[in-house]
Nanobody, 123 residues
């Protein structure tokens, strides 16, 4: 059973940066993809970014392109989300997710989820 443990959320002022981490354990990751989703109060959970374990091509939501960077460290089974130029509208609970599916953009494409970490951006 794959387990995902997230860290790195917090409170930051607009324009600031945070880095989220998510470490996977309990599975084999050769055909694996990991992604980040977020859910703001009163809104549906939305895709943020994803990366396949087998290559370095990142995939981003339009709302975060140019500001967020997803990367992975295969040796550590860890994926990172570097968030720069944060805006108040980035405030949400951020979830790490993992899938063996080729599809990346919908939350029901993912089989495994972390517990979520709060990111709050003050104006």
């Amino acid at each position: 059973q794959v387990q995902l443990v997230e860290s790195g959320g917090g409170l930051v002022q607009a324009g600031g940066s945070l880095r989220l981490s998510c470490t996977a354990s309990g599975g084999t990751f050769d055909n694996f993809a990991m992604g980040w989703f977020r859910q703001a109060p009163g809104k549906e959970r939305e895709f943020v970014a994803a990366v396949y374990w087998s290559d370095s091509n990142p995939y981003y939501a339009d709302s975060v392109k140019g500001r967020f960077t997803i990367s992975r460290d295969n040796a550590k089974n860890t994926v990172y989300l570097q968030m720069n130029s944060l805006k108040p509208e980035d405030t949400a609970v951020y979830y790490c997710a993992a899938t063996y599916s080729a599809a990346l953009y919908r939350d029901n494409d993912y089989d495994y989820w972390g517990q979520g970490t709060q990111v709050t951006v003050s104006s």
